[in-house]
């Protein structure tokens, strides 16, 4: 293979820029050149591209967000765009592509590769949501966001002896609830893993209070309710000071911690090196420190691994 395309698609992730400069730079040395297509599959169907050099990608491996920007192409689920952009990657010259992001774009990935042009995925979001790799690039720098906030929020909710739900981001996973709840001193971390009534989450409040806890930190992810809604059946029911804070996209930007830049660093080195073997349909990862790749469906149909001694052990420690 001697040309190869990247774009970055679905949500942006602190990271993404160090495997877009890994990427390119590791192409480059192995004699390949590359394109970058702007925002996400939306770009091929747009011809929107660009020939990245070895100085495209200074001065961006500390930045937040994507250079090639990110969307959310609807059209691409339809398996005549799919075609169209195949049509167009060749028609430029592009023999393989890697595609930075999430599930989704994993999907159309895997639709490419089934019509014959290879692909290969990176782990791209900050919801640290794939099953088959122990992290995704932007995780650990959303994170510690969440972390910073937390520690602003402790602050004043124990000044005024309250109870704050601070709401992260996840979708349908618990992760950044989990890890920041416990590294951010949680007395109660509701995730969508582990079902608990808002009956529940009341009587383990009251409890703590009991116990001679005078405020309290909840973090709650936003796959299991909101955090208003939550506030006000507290504010309903008891007696205590409750009040909520919503985190938003502050998660999704600032820089890349090193864990970050490291992590996509090394996923771009690997991903270019299957194109190089002209190995196609597959997904990168990390799994116990070591680089690993996957077929796309079989990583996808993985059932995702939920770290119940972490959750375990947040119960022991927040008494
Ligand atoms: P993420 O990659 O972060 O999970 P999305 O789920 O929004 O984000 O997916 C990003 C993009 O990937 C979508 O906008 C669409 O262009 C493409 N995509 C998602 N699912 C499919 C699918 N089943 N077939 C083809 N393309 C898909
Ligand atoms: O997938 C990343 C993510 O930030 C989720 O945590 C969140 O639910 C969603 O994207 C928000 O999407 P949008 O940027 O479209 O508001």
Same mark, same amino acid.
């Given at each position: 293979?001697?040309?190869?395309?990247?774009?970055?698609?679905?949500?942006?992730?602190?990271?993404?820029?160090?495997?877009?400069?890994?990427?390119?730079? !590791?192409?480059?040395?192995? *004699?390949?050149?590359?394109?970058?297509?702007?925002?996400?599959?939306?770009?091929?169907?747009?011809?929107?591209?660009?020939?990245?050099?070895?100085?495209?990608?200074?001065?961006?491996?500390?930045?937040?967000?994507?250079?090639?920007? =990110?969307?959310?192409?609807?059209?691409?689920?339809?398996?005549?765009?799919?075609?169209?952009?195949?049509?167009?990657?060749?028609? &430029? *010259?592009?023999?393989?592509?890697?595609?930075?992001? *999430?599930?989704?774009?994993?999907?159309?990935?895997?639709?490419?590769?089934? +019509?014959?042009?290879?692909?290969?995925?990176?782990?791209?979001?900050?919801?640290?949501?794939?099953?088959?790799?122990?992290?995704?690039?932007?995780?650990? !720098?959303?994170?510690?966001?969440?972390?910073?906030?937390?520690?602003?929020?402790?602050?004043?909710?124990?000044?005024?002896?309250?109870? !704050?739900?601070?709401? %992260?981001?996840?979708?349908h996973?618990?992760?950044?609830? /989990?890890? !920041?709840?416990?590294?951010?001193g949680?007395? /109660?971390?509701?995730?969508?893993?582990?079902?608990?009534?808002?009956? &529940?989450?009341?009587?383990?409040?009251? &409890?703590?209070?009991?116990?001679? +806890?005078?405020?309290?930190?909840?973090? /709650?992810? &936003?796959?299991?309710?909101?955090?208003?809604?939550?506030?006000?059946?507290?504010?309903?029911?008891?007696?205590?000071?409750?009040?909520? =804070? %919503?985190?938003?996209?502050?998660?999704?930007?600032?820089?890349?911690?090193?864990? #970050?830049?490291?992590?996509? =660093?090394?996923?771009?080195?690997?991903?270019? *090196?299957?194109?190089?073997? #002209?190995?196609?349909?597959?997904? %990168?990862?990390?799994?116990k420190?070591?680089i690993?790749?996957?077929?796309?469906?079989?990583a996808?149909?993985?059932?995702?691994?939920?770290?119940?001694?972490?959750?375990?052990m947040?119960?022991?420690?927040?008494?």
């Amino acid at each position: 293979m001697k040309r190869i395309g990247i774009l970055t698609s679905g949500g942006d992730a602190p990271g993404m820029n160090a495997a877009i400069r890994s990427v390119v730079r !590791t192409a480059l040395c192995g *004699g390949m050149s590359v394109v970058g297509i702007e925002r996400g599959y939306q770009g091929i169907l747009d011809k929107a591209f660009r020939e990245m050099h070895m100085r495209s990608v200074s001065d961006i491996v500390q930045r937040g967000g994507t250079i090639l920007r =990110t969307a959310r192409c609807m059209d691409f689920h339809k398996s005549e765009c799919q075609d169209e952009a195949i049509a167009n990657m060749r028609e &430029e *010259g592009i023999e393989g592509l890697i595609v930075i992001g *999430g599930d989704g774009s994993f999907r159309g990935a895997e639709a490419l590769s089934k +019509k014959g042009f290879p692909t290969v995925g990176i782990p791209g979001t900050i919801d640290n949501d794939l099953a088959y790799t122990d992290y995704t690039i932007g995780f650990h !720098t959303a994170c510690n966001t969440c972390l910073e906030a937390i520690d602003r929020i402790r602050d004043t909710s124990s000044s005024h002896d309250r109870i !704050t739900i601070v709401e %992260v981001m996840g979708r349908h996973c618990g992760d950044i609830a /989990l890890y !920041t709840g416990i590294a951010g001193g949680a007395e /109660l971390i509701i995730i969508p893993e582990v079902p608990m009534e808002f009956s &529940e989450i009341k009587k383990s409040l009251i &409890e703590a209070s009991q116990k001679g +806890k005078t405020s309290g930190m909840v973090v /709650l992810a &936003e796959g299991v309710c909101g955090a208003e809604e939550l506030m006000r059946f507290l504010q309903r029911e008891t007696n205590l000071s409750v009040r909520a =804070t %919503v985190l938003g996209h502050q998660q999704r930007g600032g820089s890349p911690s090193m864990r #970050d830049r490291l992590l996509g =660093t090394q996923f771009g080195y690997h991903a270019v *090196g299957l194109l190089k073997k #002209d190995i196609g349909n597959r997904v %990168v990862g990390i799994s116990k420190e070591k680089i690993v790749d996957y077929d796309i469906m079989e990583a996808l149909a993985m059932p995702r691994k939920f770290r119940k001694d972490l959750y375990k052990m947040a119960g022991v420690v927040s008494q």
